[in-house]
């Protein structure tokens, strides 16, 4: 028994879901290499030395990383190049499209402003945030945190970032404000509400790309050895992932005086059978490929094939079948409903492609319509 759904019975709603991922250098422990998390230190080289780049001298500071057995080499300069481009160049004034403004459009960022919140937090400040927070502001040294896109999916979830290094006396903790920008949780207060120390605590420390799994370490003072391991327990990054789910919700109504029918063996007489079953299943020739050679194939071999077991036996194996059409009294009766006890959703080939199980068996009643609501994710 089959019912199409009408359009207006479907209904599929986009649902984005997070999943928190840990890389760690941390004591005895480093999965960074099976993750694929690298940590590449960008130096800035003059001019001169930029131009000459080669694999050889001219090269500045190297590195090297084995992940999923291949060895990757890391070129400090052209590491710096790559992320002042990306992040810096256009944030800050002057540059090669404005020399008295900022022009956030130009940096590689789709969806987050170079700076987040362009607005003044604290009564007391005269300038935007940005300025005061000295947000996007860059030296001669990044330090970058890359994560593989396998393991942020979508995008890292904004606010979700938070490192914990080991590299000075005390342990530094890192967090992102949500809107692109890192700063040292032990001045929260003074970063969120725009009051630094007299010593400028409290300020931006980096930079985060959500869209590219870049997590970068400007702060060449305080913070210059983050990510470095240079200390005795190293350091550990976490993010949330994004994905992306789809659900799915049909409602299946069932008309009065409908589905009242059943095939369940149960109710036929004599528990026969209630499929037809065609001769030629029986009496021709089914060959299949053994070995080296081709064996024919039983009856009741192929009828365990295509027949829920154990269904099999209760058709004849050497002649065409024709199910019943006789059933037991008590289904004949005006009165008589069968109980719903699952749902089974159907392409437009019969094909069964998910399948609904209700907690408690609802009896289909001739004279009242149900309404059943399906709802899967993918």
Known sequence: MFRDIDQDDKRVTPIKVHKRFVAQRFGVIDNTPYLGVMFVQGIKPTPTQLHQFDTGSNAGPTAS?????????????????????????YANTPNDRGTTSPQPQFVFDKYHRPWGRNTIMSSSNTVPDYITLRQRQFHNQFNVFSIPQRLYGEGIKTGSIEITDHSTDNVITIKDDGYGNLYDSAFEVNYLSGSLTNNSSGSAVGVVNYDLGLVVITDTGSYGTVGTGTGSNGWKLEWDSTKTIQEYEFTCIIPPFTFNRTRNISVTAGRSGSMNINASVSTQDNYYWKGDSYVTQSAVKKLSAILPSPAESMYNTSSAYVATTDVQNFATHSFFAPYVTSIGLYNDFNELLAVAKISKPVRNDPELALSFVVRFDI
């Open 65 to 89: 990383m084995v992940s999923g057995g291949v060895t990757y080499t890391k070129y400090s300069y052209l590491v710096w190049q790559q992320t002042y481009h990306m992040f810096f160049k």
